[in-house]
């Protein structure tokens, strides 16, 4: 019986993919890979999207973290980026590189994916897909149910492995062709479509570029934050992040690192600013600008160590110097200096 590995996302198209090799008579196992960018799931669970569809299918699957070494690609493609930061041809060679890796480890004839000809803008052109193939070691392996029959014949259907006049030739950025499959097939749950990538995100690409230019070096724990409260340049360079909610509040006093502060209203409720100590002046007026009402206030520092101190009658930053160096703001909508 012939044996797919497949790339399991947990959104519809892979599921799609499975459910079709599976009719086939092939064996299936997934594997998934979640990234520091995914923002679908808590990353402690891993992508329970993909164990979910995983269980619909009946298959085993496993699940990898991506970690340093996918931020040094994040940061330093060989390929052109996507409309954010997104390096999609980057990205799929790299997965594809280790799950080719896991073929060979669970014996698995070949790769499978539910990728769909011109679906996706960067990595789903033919020119993208053999290039990634090839790139990744892969040439040849790689069976794409949904458009196969619009692709060259892949190792598997050649060597009769899966019969390939039984695949489909989907193509294209409408997702009817899949959305009617769904039903045919009485898939009806699919969750984390596409759109969970922080990297395609115009907000957090501004936010990754800033970083590139002031902080090169950053790791995974400042990536992370990259998604949390509101981020500024300040004139001396460095940079502020304050909180928009509880939660965010929360994130920061859990992510502080030794040589950090974190600055907070002392008496009435207002979001917490992380900063490097020698910032806290112009973190406690970015708190003060964005406490209810925008008012003088008096804030307490907490140093990574412990220390904890005072700052009486802090006046709120004005507006126009909030906004000025305020990384990737959106538009004003009301709420703080600049609108959030
Ligand atoms: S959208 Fe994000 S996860 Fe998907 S291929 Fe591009 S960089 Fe990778």
């Known amino acids: 019986m012939a044996k797919a590995l497949l790339l399991l996302s947990g959104g519809l198209d892979s599921t799609l993919a499975g459910r079709l090799l599976l009719g086939l008579g092939v064996q299936v196992e997934a594997v998934n890979f979640t990234s520091p ?38 940061k330093h493609p060989r390929f052109p980026r996507g409309s954010g930061v997104n390096p999609c041809i980057d990205c799929r060679i790299m997965i594809f590189s280790r799950a080719g890796r896991h073929m060979a480890e669970v014996g698995a004839d070949f790769i499978a994916t539910g990728e769909v000809l011109g679906e996706r803008p960067m990595s789903q052109r033919l020119e993208a897909m053999r290039l990634i193939e090839r790139e990744s070691g892969l040439a040849g392996k790689v069976l794409r149910p949904l458009s196969a029959r619009l692709l060259e014949p892949s190792e598997p259907e050649k060597s009769g492995l899966v019969d390939r006049s039984r695949l489909l030739s989907i193509q294209g950025r409408s997702r009817q062709p899949q959305i009617q499959l769904a039903r045919e097939l009485g ?17 957090f690409a501004a936010r990754f570029r800033d970083m590139m230019e002031h902080e090169p070096g950053f ?35 859990a992510a502080q690192a030794a040589g950090e502060a974190l600055v907070a209203p002392a008496v009435v409720p207002g979001p917490s600013a992380l900063c490097r100590p020698e910032s806290a002046e112009t973190a406690a007026a970015l708190v003060a600008a964005y406490t209810e009402g925008g008012m003088t206030i008096d804030v307490v520092v907490r140093g990574s160590a412990g220390g904890v101190c005072q700052m009486a009658s802090v006046q ?8 000025a160096w305020r990384v990737g703001s959106r538009p004003p909508a009301g709420g703080g200096p600049d609108g959030d």
């Open 37 to 74: 960018f995914c923002r679908c799931t808590p990353k402690s669970l891993g992508c329970s999207a993909a164990r979910k569809a995983a269980d619909q299918l009946g298959i085993p699957v496993r699940v990898f973290g991506t970690g340093a070494d996918y931020l040094e690609m994040v």
């Open 187 to 203: 898939i009806t749950d699919y969750l984390c479509p596409a759109g969970g990538c922080l990297l395609t995100d115009k907000e």
């Open 219 to 253: 790791g995974l724990r400042e990536a992370r934050l990259l998604s949390v409260g509101r981020h500024f340049r300040i004139p001396s360079g460095s940079k502020v992040i304050v909180g928009r909610n509880q939660e965010e509040n929360q994130a920061m006093a």
């Open 316 to 323: 709120p930053a004005l507006r126009a110097s909030a906004a």
